[in-house]
């Protein structure tokens, strides 16, 4: 039994602790609980770090992708402002002859405000009706003709002025809105602007060279016609026709006034002598011709 028992004696127990409250036992006891504690408190540390980095590295990662997405948002959104300005750049290049954008500052013009402008503008069709147009399409023309006769020009200006407008002006869409004749003096005042179309003709009278202008506000002759008649008699007529296009502005006046103010004479019945307007666009904001 002796035996037994001292081969299962601890190895820190010799032969001469062998007591059960020995102090020399005690003492290593808790010298290896305080190692053991020691390794558990070094292992707990270094879990507690390995945790740390862990999570820190999952923020890490997740800081990453939101940044990832941020950027892809981002872009995005960059994407579908410059689609906007586009499709808003070409809308306005493809429509312009109906809409007339206007600007904006620190802010483009909406490309949805754009299409609602532009629907409304074309609704031209009545409720309940098939195929017809709420109305037609105008044009903006005046003809003025000869009086009949003879017509000397007005003296000292030399303007011709015995005109009157053709039947078929009282007939059409045209009024005084868009062009007014002063018979006292002859001349036309235009009311509307834009690009017109301008001709004019006089059946003159007499050799020698005849030749007249075609007179914007009785200063700037923006059409001249001449003719050397020095081989006709007298009483020989030549007709000088011009024709132009030019932009007019509102209130603008047109007169014929021969280049001579004496000793002039003209044919001035309808088919002889006239001159007229054909109103063909528009000048928006940017100066382009558009379509009336």
Known sequence: MDHESQSLKPAFVT????????????HLQRRYCVYLCAMCAVFAFINMVALIYILGQQNANAESDILNQLHVLQARIENLEAINNRGLSVATELHDD???????????FPLSE??????????????????????????DAVHIEGTGGESY???????????EYADWFFKSIADDKHFKLHFGNGTLEVMQPGL?????????????????????????PILACYSN???????????????????????????????????????????????GLVRLGRFNKRGVVLAV
């Open 229 to 275: 008649n020095m081989m006709l008699h007298e009483e020989d007529k030549t007709s000088c026709f011009t024709m132009g296009m030019f932009k007019l502005d509102k209130r603008d006046i047109i007169s014929v006034k021969h280049i001579s103010t004496s000793g002039v004479r003209a044919v001035f019945t309808s088919n002889a002598s006239f001159f």
């Open 114 to 139: 754009f299409l609602k402008e532009r629907r409304v503008k074309r609704r031209v069709f009545k409720k309940g009706s098939k195929g017809k147009r709420r109305h037609k399409p105008k044009i």
């Open 98 to 108: 109906s809409v007339d954008l206007p600007a904006k500052e620190g802010n483009d």
């Open 196 to 220: 017109y179309l301008l001709y004019s003709q006089i059946t003159l009278k007499g050799n020698g060279t005849q030749g007249y202008h075609v007179m914007r506000n009785d200063k700037d």
């Open 15 to 26: 032969d001469h602790c062998i007591r059960e409250n020995c102090p020399n036992c005690v």
């Open 153 to 163: 020009p007005a003296f000292p200006r030399g303007t011709f002025h015995k005109w």
